[in-house]
């Protein structure tokens, strides 16, 4: 296979990565806000909390609906055979992203103790829902999905519920609420940035337990993924990302110790870059492992062209307004704020 019919798959297959990279850096710290209401109960406190996403969470969304669309448009086979075997997460996780959404609107007309509380529950359980799930999807595409020979689904409903799966669930739920704690680093001060501070070194173990976890757990999936890490000359490419998880580990509790108010989330900014680098390097070039490749699934590279050149025009308005909104809403968020 050669040409448009070879490459264009693999350019779409960067398109949807970056997507999922950018939704999980955005998303992620949201995310991460409301799950560390379960551990922060001034109301005060998480109203600054959540004035710090308040103007720009709403468009964060924005990428999932963008990989949604590519794997739907570029790689319909792959849409239309993991979609069967992951309903269940998927709805589960976007039934919580609503409820999590209606939640967040409402705690902020709502005043009184009661009907407040209800809110900021259904925020909290809503976020860790949602986490999740989108790890549990994540391990559902990793471990693989029955098929049937004319690439159909072929498993039962709860394939995707494994011991790996759970353990990527929490993995998730654990990355998410680092990444909260790190960007509250960043954007808020006084109490409620000493005490993220405190809890972030506890928060990073754990994520890095989960990751090494995660990592050895992987490659015993299938053969192919233990050859992508062992083989040689293969180990010389992926040996460096252990070393610059280890690293950045490094530098994120140097950032804290001196104090720095953005080096604790572009560490962990650099571990999810990382861990989703490894896990694409390790079922690459599957798109529903252990089977269909990206060009298995792939649509007619007429159509793939097509698409691409209206993504080349969208794709720099999403990220530049984007960008925008959040250099807009710089700065740190004080208790001041939230009053006016």
Not at 149 to 157: E, R, T, V
Not at 321 to 331: A, D
């Amino acid at each position: 296979m050669t040409g448009l019919a070879y490459w264009l798959p693999v350019v779409w297959a960067c398109i949807l990565g970056s997507a999922i990279m950018i939704y999980v850096i955005l998303d992620g710290f949201d995310l991460g806000i409301g799950i560390l209401f379960a551990v922060e109960r001034d109301r005060l406190r998480r109203d600054v909390m959540v004035q710090t996403i308040a103007p720009v969470w709403d468009g964060n969304e924005t990428w999932m609906v963008l990989g949604g669309a590519v794997l739907y448009g570029v790689f319909p086979g792959a849409y239309a055979t993991l979609l069967p075997a992951l309903y269940l997460p998927i709805v589960l996780m976007l039934l919580a992203l609503i409820f999590r959404g209606v939640s967040f609107e409402f705690r902020i007309l709502t005043r009184d103790g009661g009907r407040a509380a209800l809110w900021d529950i259904g925020f909290m359980a809503g976020s860790g829902v949602a986490a999740f799930c989108q790890g549990c999807i994540l391990a559902g595409v990793i471990q693989g999905v029955t098929v049937s020979n004319d690439g159909a689904f072929a498993g039962g409903p709860l394939d995707w519920l494994t011991p790996f799966s759970v353990l990527c669930g929490l993995s998730v739920v654990c990355g998410y609420t680092l990444l909260g704690a790190t960007w509250l680093i960043w954007r808020t001060s006084g109490d409620l940035e000493i005490f993220v501070r405190k809890l972030a070194p506890a928060l990073a173990a754990c994520l890095f337990v989960a990751i090494v976890a995660v990592s050895f757990w992987t490659p015993m999936l299938h053969a192919p993924y233990l050859t992508r890490w062992t083989a040689w000359p293969n180990v010389l490419y992926v040996a460096p990302v252990p070393v610059l998880v280890v690293a950045l580990g490094a530098l994120f509790l140097m950032g804290l110790r001196r104090a720095h108010s953005r080096t604790p989330f572009l560490c962990v900014l650099g571990w999810f870059f990382l861990c989703l680098s490894g896990l694409a390097i390790t079922v690459w070039p599957y798109a529903v492992p252990p089977t269909l490749t990206l060009w298995n699934v792939s649509s007619p590279p007429s159509s793939q062209l097509f698409q691409l050149v209206g993504t080349a025009v969208l794709l720099p308005i999403i990220l530049i307004y984007s960008v925008y909104s959040y250099h807009v809403f710089r700065g740190k968020v004080t208790e001041a704020d939230v009053h006016h």
